[in-house]
């Protein structure tokens, strides 16, 4: 099975598109974009987004980074 991945987009997700994000790592007490790895993420199940916002992704079989479910704000996730 696919590992899931935490990332924030650097620019605006839509529909179907693809967008730049960076994949967020664990400090020991938050996630952090520094450091990061910069990658593509593919909207394929319609999920949608704005720069700041983050999801769960995984590499997927297309081997291309697969947006899995709802994003939501930095804030919203405490």
Not at 34 to 58: M, Q, T
Request: hydrophobic share 35%.
């Amino acid at each position: 099975m696919a590992q899931l991945q935490l990332f924030e987009l650097h620019e605006v997700l839509e529909n179907g598109g693809i967008a730049r994000a960076t994949l967020l790592h664990w400090n020991g007490e938050r996630y952090l974009t520094r450091g990061g790895k910069e990658i593509l993420v593919h909207s394929h199940a319609g999920s949608h987004g704005v720069p700041g916002d983050r999801g769960y992704c995984f590499l997927g079989d297309s081997d291309s980074w697969e947006v899995v479910g709802p994003l939501v704000s930095e804030q919203s996730m405490g």
